[in-house]
């Protein structure tokens, strides 16, 4: 399952928009929700914008504020202050 990458958060009201901006900006994520976890998959690639975030949540978003609701991610990550990308390659 090495083309797969993914990112887990506590599945709570602070990381929806987290959730929605992954979700919406990257088209093959599967979102994969239970009642304490919610775990989006997407094969090859997964970007988080930082813009996309701040569009959802109306207010400045450190992308640093991602790890307060993280639980685990799979793939290599390579993260600058406007995006957070995991991917195998």
Excluded at 13 to 36: F, K, M, R
């Amino acid at each position: 399952m090495a083309d797969k990458v993914f990112i887990a958060f506590q599945n709570n009201a602070d990381a929806q928009p987290l959730i929605e901006a992954i979700v919406a900006d990257n088209p093959g994520a599967v979102l994969n929700e239970s009642p304490g976890m919610v775990k989006i998959d997407c094969a090859g690639r997964l970007v988080i914008r930082r813009d996309s975030i701040e569009a959802r949540v109306g207010r400045g978003f450190d992308l640093q504020e991602i790890h307060v609701n993280l639980i685990s991610l799979g793939g290599n990550l390579d993260e600058d202050d406007d995006a957070f990308v995991l991917s195998w390659g």
